[in-house]
């Protein structure tokens, strides 16, 4: 009995292959000399879910590797193009996000990144993050500020640039489809993998596409992660993030991130020219809408008060914070207490209709692979925006999963055998969980001003701030 039916194919398909059975006419087309025709037929050898920023740089990874040529690969996305013809929009978009070293290794190598520095990219040098409720404060930079920690791009320029790119490649080899959305999926059962080399995949408009490997890269209420029944665990934080694009009340040379906790959740500032920032600030989803509906100029008073407003501190924690800085000073005299504190800028507006809250969660599937599938990005795994590492984690899944894929090629192997996805898996999940479980820790540790807490975190972050080999294992731990 076949997984799909015994039925054979009746798409106008030619000579031997029309008398040929479904299974052993995918067979041959997914053998690599009758590639060139499989995508007039339906039949991809991968089938990416999903085009935002994640879904895009897999179709352009895989698209502009050598080892994939000749093979088929189709990006569907649900909403319609983001592209534009030549030049920028002139207003900043409000939703940004923070690319480490790591993601601009990955453009720069598929080639998207020449486009995007063309396009508007805001290189930063430093990331100063401190508590309202202490005097605790923590700066990364990059071997002395000679390098960037990290560039600011709106999100919609990044999927733009990674269009360019695919629009570049030579014979097609990645065919895009807008307002293309996946309605279902068959998948095979464990254990049929060789026997049905292929995943059945219905489109919302009726079509049927066959595909050796299905890439789920859509987002983080993933339905492909659902109809392929694997577990999700996950929960809300009850906060949203309100954004906005921010105007400076004088032009500087901004190439630093600020980020305050506040006993609310974090607010953070990150630049993105000399006169304009973006906002991201998570607060309760009651405050977030009050924030979104308040008249403008309350509105900026808000933000200037949420970066400036002293709150009340600790004795205790004041008195800790300030014999702790003594040991540090003694015991790491040339590290210690060396970052000096910087104050953010006012801002004096914000761009029109740039206000907008995105509810906030944690998302982690058990299992990010299954035979001829997998998911990347925040199918996978999301994460709160309190350490800006969502999409360069679904970044480092594309890096990952196309070498691996390269591999599978170089060796001849099936694109969706389970041996070779399981690498992947393992790769991403030890990186990922220990990020996950760090970003939730610190986003509970400073969403209160309980007194133990604050001495926790103060002590915490004053130690880590001096010992500057553990700092440097941040920085590179997060651009990975
Ligand atoms: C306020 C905020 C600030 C953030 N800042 C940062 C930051 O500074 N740095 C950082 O690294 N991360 C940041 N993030 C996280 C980052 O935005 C996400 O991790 C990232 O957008 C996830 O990208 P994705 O491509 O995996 O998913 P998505 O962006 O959700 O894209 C999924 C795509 O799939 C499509 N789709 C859905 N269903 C289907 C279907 N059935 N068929 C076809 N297509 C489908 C959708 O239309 C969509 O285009 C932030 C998040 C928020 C909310």
């Known amino acids: 009995m076949s997984l799909f039916g015994a039925s054979r194919l009746s798409i106008g398909l030619v000579g031997v292959r029309r008398s040929?059975?479904?299974?052993?006419?995918?067979?041959?087309?997914?053998?690599?000399?009758?590639?060139?025709?499989?995508?007039?037929?339906?039949?991809?050898?991968?089938?990416?879910?999903?085009?935002?920023?994640?879904?895009?740089?897999?179709?352009?990874?895989?698209?502009?590797?050598?080892?994939?040529?000749?093979?088929?690969?189709?990006?569907?996305?649900?909403?319609?193009?983001?592209?534009?013809?030549?030049?920028v929009p002139d207003l900043y978009s409000n939703r940004v996000s923070s690319l480490n070293p790591g993601t601009v290794e990955l453009l720069k190598s598929i080639g998207a990144w020449q486009y995007l520095s063309k396009m508007r990219v805001k290189p930063y040098k430093r990331i100063q993050v401190w508590?309202?409720?202490?005097?605790?404060?923590?700066?990364?930079?990059?071997?002395?500020?000679?390098?960037?920690?990290?560039?600011?791009?709106?999100?919609?320029?990044?999927?733009?640039?990674?269009?360019?790119?695919?629009?570049?490649?030579?014979?097609?080899?990645?065919?895009?489809?807008?307002?293309?959305?996946?309605?279902?999926?068959?998948?095979?059962?464990?254990?049929?993998?060789?026997?049905?080399?292929?995943?059945?995949?219905?489109?919302?408009?009726?079509?049927?596409?066959?595909?050796?490997?299905?890439?789920?890269?859509?987002?983080?209420?993933?339905?492909?992660?659902?109809?392929?029944?694997?577990?999700?665990?996950?929960?809300?934080?009850?906060?949203?993030?309100?954004?906005?694009?921010?105007?400076?009340?004088?032009?500087?040379?901004?190439?630093?991130a600020w980020q305050r906790f506040l006993p609310t959740g974090p607010i953070a500032m990150l630049p993105l020219s000399d006169t304009e920032s973006s906002?991201?600030?998570?607060?309760?989803?009651?405050?977030?809408?009050?924030?979104?509906?308040?008249?403008?100029?309350?509105?900026?008073?808000?933000?200037?008060?949420?970066?400036?407003?002293?709150?009340?501190?600790?004795?205790?924690?004041?008195?800790?914070?300030?014999?702790?800085?003594?040991?540090?000073?003694?015991?790491?005299?040339?590290?210690?207490?060396?970052?000096?504190?910087?104050?953010?800028?006012?801002?004096?507006?914000?761009?029109?209709?740039?206000r907008a809250m995105f509810p906030l969660g944690l998302g982690h599937s058990t299992q990010y692979v299954k035979p001829r599938l997998v998911l990347i990005g925040d199918a996978a795994h999301r994460v709160h925006p309190l350490a800006g590492l969502g999409v360069n984690l679904g970044f480092a899944d594309v890096a990952s999963l196309r070498d691996i894929l390269v591999e599978a090629v170089k060796n001849a192997e099936d694109l969706g055998a389970l041996p070779h996805l399981l690498d992947y898996e393992t790769e991403r999940q030890k990186h990922v969980v220990p990020i996950m479980a760090t970003v939730d820790g610190l986003k509970r540790l400073f969403s209160t001003d309980a007194a133990p807490a604050v001495l926790l975190r103060s002590l915490g972050l004053q130690a880590t701030n001096a010992f500057k080999p553990l700092k440097d294992l941040f920085v590179q731990g997060a651009s990975r």
């Not at 209420?221 to 009850?238: Q, V």
């Not at 002293?310 to 008195?319: G, M, N, Y």
């Open 20 to 87: 040929l059975p479904r299974s052993a006419l995918l067979a041959r087309l997914f053998c690599s000399t009758e590639t060139e025709s499989a995508g007039e037929h339906g039949f991809y050898h991968v089938t990416i879910a999903g085009g935002g920023m994640v879904g895009t740089a897999m179709a352009c990874a895989l698209g502009s590797h050598p080892m994939f040529e000749g093979k088929n690969i189709l990006l569907l996305e649900a909403g319609p193009s983001k592209t534009y013809s030549d030049s």
């Open 131 to 256: 508590d309202s409720c202490s005097d605790a404060m923590i700066t990364f930079d990059r071997d002395n500020f000679s390098k960037e920690v990290a560039h600011i791009v709106e999100n919609n320029l990044t999927i733009n640039a990674l269009s360019k790119v695919i629009d570049s490649l030579k014979g097609d080899r990645v065919e895009t489809r807008y307002r293309s959305m996946v309605k279902t999926i068959d998948l095979p059962k464990q254990g049929d993998n060789a026997k049905y080399p292929f995943v059945k995949v219905y489109l919302e408009n009726g079509e049927e596409i066959h595909t050796q490997l299905l890439i789920g890269a859509d987002g983080a209420n993933s339905s492909l992660r659902r109809m392929a029944n694997i577990n999700h665990i996950n929960w809300s934080y009850d906060q949203s993030a309100v954004v906005s694009t921010l105007q400076l009340a004088e032009p500087i040379e901004n190439n630093v």
């Open 279 to 354: 906002l991201v600030w998570s607060t309760s989803n009651q405050d977030a809408k009050k924030l979104v509906d308040l008249p403008e100029d309350q509105f900026i008073d808000a933000v200037n008060n949420a970066f400036w407003q002293e709150s009340e501190k600790h004795p205790l924690v004041d008195t800790a914070g300030q014999i702790m800085g003594n040991v540090l000073s003694t015991l790491l005299p040339s590290t210690g207490g060396s970052s000096i504190r910087q104050l953010p800028p006012s801002i004096i507006g914000i761009d029109d209709n740039s």
